[in-house]
């Protein structure tokens, strides 16, 4: 059964039970693009604690904001009461929400016409703000006063061009102008969110449409580390293919210790510390101890760098066929192992072992060894004179 279908059991579950529910936001706008859009998140006059007790599996993760994921049929969906939200602070999401019984109120706190259509179960479409005539302009435009919108929450700004970059869409005029004007309020917003929008922004077919509506708003000069970055992105049409991309090229564009300061994962930190290294270096032999050492993810990336910002000659082919021949991977993969060695010196297990390994990886790595038990075992012997 599709997720549509499910989506429509899960409906008729609510409104069995006397509410109203609709399909609503994303998956609606896509529907009517003809996209394909798995996630539907569903809209309901039902308060959280009844949609909890109507089903059987469902997650609490934002209750607060009356959202209740339902995990109906294998299916995750977000059941969302109608909701208006309470005080912004600090041009953010609001602390508190109140819920309401009207589909009309809640479409009002939505962020963009085009998101905010509902689905009934009948296949009636509702539209309150105009939706359907904006995705037949293309156009992305707030629900209700811009400038007031942007204000109430900041990242609405973001979002906006994220969704240039995935629908290929213009910014209404007001809409535009209020960006170009309240712009610099986005710094109110956190990194985890402004990382969040940034990353499906990466995704969008019109990225580079994306960045050109930017840099013309100078939106980008309120994300400081990201800036030049952006400005580089715009003048060699890099294209990131994720986000631990567009932050590595915003780290060599003179933003690596801010970008080693942003809420990201240790490995990511780690990929973007290497290729800011390996490029400050101008490292453009891949040997296989740099291989071996940084991996292939990042000798590649370091690459893409090269040829996108320095004009270098692309190495890509040849970097993954010395990849896929190094003679080790790791230091497991030693034909002599540690206790070989503990064998061959007849000593206590230590620190000592490890440096052993080194010298043996680095004579393999370098080709002066092949890796072959009595090779590496003769090396030792004949290098330590052990009898
Ligand atoms: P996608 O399919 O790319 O995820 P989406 O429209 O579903 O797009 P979400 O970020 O998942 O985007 O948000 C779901 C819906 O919630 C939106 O369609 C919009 O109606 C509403 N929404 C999300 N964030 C905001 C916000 N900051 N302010 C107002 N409404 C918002
Ligand atoms: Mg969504």
Not at 208 to 222: C, D, L, P, R, Y
Not at 331 to 344: H, P, R
Not at 355 to 365: A, I
Request: proline share 2%; with cysteine.
């Amino acid at each position: 059964m599709s997720n549509l279908l499910k989506a429509k059991k899960l409906i008729e579950g609510i409104n069995e039970a006397g509410y109203e529910a609709y399909i609503i936001g994303g998956y609606v706008r896509d529907l009517l693009l003809g996209f394909d859009n798995q996630d539907i998140d569903i809209a309901t006059s039902a308060h959280p604690t009844v949609v909890k007790q109507l089903f059987s599996k469902t997650i609490l993760t934002g209750i607060d904001h009356g959202t209740v994921t339902v995990i109906f049929e294998g299916v995750k969906f977000e059941v969302t009461t109608y909701r208006t939200d309470g005080k912004y602070l600090n041009n953010r999401r609001p602390k508190d929400v109140h819920f309401v019984s009207s589909l009309q109120t809640d479409i009002k706190r939505r962020d963009f016409t085009i998101n905010a259509l509902a689905l009934d179960n009948y296949g009636n479409l509702i539209d309150y703000v105009d939706g359907k005539k904006d995705i037949e302009a293309k156009l992305i435009r707030t629900v209700g006063a811009p400038e007031a919108r942007f204000n109430e929450d900041a990242l609405r700004m973001l979002r906006a061009f994220r969704f240039v970059a995935k629908l290929g869409f213009n910014i209404e005029q007001e809409t535009l102008s209020a960006i170009k004007k309240v712009g610099s309020l986005i710094q109110n917003i956190s990194a985890e969110r402004i990382l969040m929008e940034l990353e499906k922004m990466i995704y969008g077919n019109y990225f580079f449409v994306a960045i050109e509506v930017m840099i013309n708003t100078k939106f980008h000069h309120f994300l400081p580390h990201l800036k030049s970055g952006i400005e580089k992105i715009a003048v060699t049409k890099f294209l990131p293919t994720d986000l631990s991309e567009f932050l590595t090229i915003c780290a060599v564009c003179g933003a690596y210790h801010e970008i080693v300061e942003l809420p990201l994962s240790k490995q990511m930190i780690r990929k973007i510390t290497l290729v800011y290294e390996m490029y400050s270096l101008e490292i453009s032999e891949f040997s296989n101890l740099i291989l071996y050492r940084n991996g292939l993810e990042s000798c590649l990336l370091t690459n893409k760098l090269n040829v996108f910002l320095r004009n270098k000659d692309d190495l890509k082919e040849k970097i993954i066929a010395k990849y896929n021949s190094l003679p080790i991977y790791k230091i497991c993969d030693l034909k002599f192992k540690g206790d070989d060695i503990i064998n061959l010196y007849s000593k206590k297990p230590g620190s000592w072992i490890g440096m052993v390994l080194d010298d043996l990886s680095l004579k393999v790595l370098n080709g002066e060894l092949k890796n072959e038990y009595n090779e590496l075992k003769n090396y030792l012997i004949n290098k330590h004179g052990i009898e």
